[in-house]
């Protein structure tokens, strides 16, 4: 649920971290520059914790005072992020999260968690949406969760996070993406799927289940965690851009526009070695879905609620899969949306102005 970031780009915006200049946006230069506030005080680094994680009903249990969690940013951070490494739109388990172009959230669906309290939220360049919650990274890095990210990580180690790039989240684990390329992760490590504590040179990361993968900036891919369907065996991926992951499976977008794929293929979600001219990719549960140059969008496994009719879709400008409906940005600012809408996480007729 995240996009892709060029090569040596954590060079560039470490030397921005520093100097306070601009980076443009590797297809059209467009800049996010939106601003500042922090309710609590930072600490004096990320932390890695692993360890036992509360049952899965207490992750759908909300907490009870609805608070809004905030981590806080470097004094001075001064830089801004690059717009194609951001989630614009993103579809969790049951709701739709969606940035607006003054750096406002809009989220629909499923409301039991607080996941869709985001309506106070200002200054945000990205967001992920996960199981029952969504997080928001604002312009100077800092972290805005909504509660049950406390069930995953405490609250304390969600203030101690700075100089944040990228967010991505499973039912129990959360992890995160810093400007110096290196990752923080949290939650259940049964898997050793939290071991990533020696990374570097990282510029993307996935995580689903029990496994994790880091995009590093030579295009190589790193993975660690459950491997009972191969879904680690990426040593030998070459000019990868992108990353995503689904239930025991990897996918890696190369730069020539074709997508790797290796692990379970239950319903077909591995089909897409004929796909070509691709520019993004997104997952969700046993599918698979590419976002074409050309702004169409192409699809693959589960269709149990139509979640993969988008043959249809054209100026689509970005794209996200949850855990069986799926949406796309179009050019306007305007979202379409298909698959389940139980919770009316397809309602998208009010997400205006995104982008």
């Known amino acids: 649920m995240k996009k892709t970031i060029t090569n040596g780009i954590i060079l560039l915006m470490a030397l921005c971290l520093f100097s306070g200049c601009n980076i443009g946006e590797k297809s059209n230069d467009i800049i996010k520059d939106k601003g500042e506030p922090s309710q609590t005080s930072l600490s004096d680094s990320p932390v890695q914790t692993t360890g036992a994680l509360p049952s899965p009903s207490m992750i759908q249990t909300p907490s009870p005072t609805g608070e809004q969690i905030e981590a806080t940013a470097s004094p001075d951070a001064g830089r801004t992020l690059i717009e194609n490494h951001l989630n614009i739109l993103s579809a969790g388990m049951w709701h739709t999260v969606a940035l607006r172009k003054d750096g406002t959230v809009i989220a629909i669906g499923i409301n039991e968690n607080y996941q869709c309290e985001v309506n106070e939220w200002t200054d945000i360049v990205s967001v992920y949406a996960g199981d029952g919650l969504t997080f928001g990274i604002k312009k100077d890095g800092s972290l805005m969760a909504t ?163 988008v043959g249809e879709w054209n100026d689509i400008v970005a794209i996200d899969a949850g855990y069986d409906h799926v949406v796309g940005l179009k050019s306007d600012g305007t979202v379409v949306a298909t698959g389940t809408n139980h919770m009316n996480q397809c309602m998208v007729d009010e997400m205006e102005d995104i982008g």
Do not use: R
Not at 212 to 229: C, E, Q, R
Not at 251 to 280: C, P, R, Y
């Open 147 to 309: 509660p049950a990210a406390a069930f995953i990580v405490s609250n304390e180690d969600i203030s101690a996070l700075n100089d944040i790039i990228a967010v991505a989240a499973s039912p129990f684990n959360f992890i995160c993406l810093h400007i110096d390329g290196t990752v923080s992760a949290f939650g259940d490590n049964s898997e050793n799927q939290c071991d990533v504590g020696d990374w570097n040179n990282i510029i993307d990361i996935a995580t689903y289940g029990g496994h994790t993968v880091g995009l590093k900036s030579d295009g190589t891919v790193m993975a660690i965690g459950l491997n009972d369907y191969n879904q680690c065996d990426v040593s030998g991926w070459t000019d990868i851009i992108d990353i995503e992951v689904g239930p025991g499976a990897t996918f890696g977008l190369k730069k020539d526009g074709t997508v790797l794929a290796v692990g379970m293929d239950e319903l077909n979600q591995l089909k897409v070695s004929g796909w070509t001219d691709i520019k993004d990719i997104s997952t969700g549960a046993f599918l698979v879905i590419g976002l074409k140059k050309d702004g169409t969008v192409v699809a693959t496994g589960s269709n149990t609620h139509e979640q993969l009719n």
